[in-house]
Nanobody, 120 residues
Framework: QVQLVESGGGLVQPGGSLRLSCAAS????????MNWYRRAPGKERELVAS???????NYSDSVKGRFTISRDNAKNTGYLQMNFLKPEDTAVYYC??????????????WGQGTQVTVSS
């Protein structure tokens, strides 16, 4: 059984910063891609940032230059550093990971989400 647990969300003023963490636990061989998504009220889910196990990253245009995705493979943990936050960044943030369970099998897992609210 694999679990992803996000943490680090909260209330922050515009222009502030938050760092989200996504800790994977369980019978993990290794992790391929790790993604961060968000869903704002009344909006569709948005892929915010993605990072391969080789270190390649991709960002949505809405966060490029402000958010940084990173990971610690030894700890099976991913991070999303969010700087210069705007009210429109308010959303529930989810991590997902393509977890390699054996040498021939991998599947996607999702965390439970963490609320980020940007407001003065």
């Amino acid at each position: 059984q694999v679990q992803l647990v996000e943490s680090g969300g909260g209330l922050v003023q515009p222009g502030g910063s938050l760092r989200l963490s996504c800790a994977a636990s369980g019978s993990i061989f290794s992790i391929n891609t790790m993604n961060w998504y968000r869903r704002a009220p009344g909006k569709e889910r948005e892929l915010v940032a993605s990072m391969s196990n080789g270190g390649s990253t991709n960002y949505s245009d809405s966060v490029k230059g402000r958010f940084t995705i990173s990971r610690d493979n030894a700890k099976n943990t991913g991070y999303l550093q969010m700087n210069f936050l705007k009210p429109e960044d308010t959303a529930v943030y989810y991590c997902s990971a393509n977890v390699i369970l054996t040498t021939s099998y991998a599947r996607w897992y999702w965390g439970q989400g963490t609320q980020v609210t940007v407001s003065s």
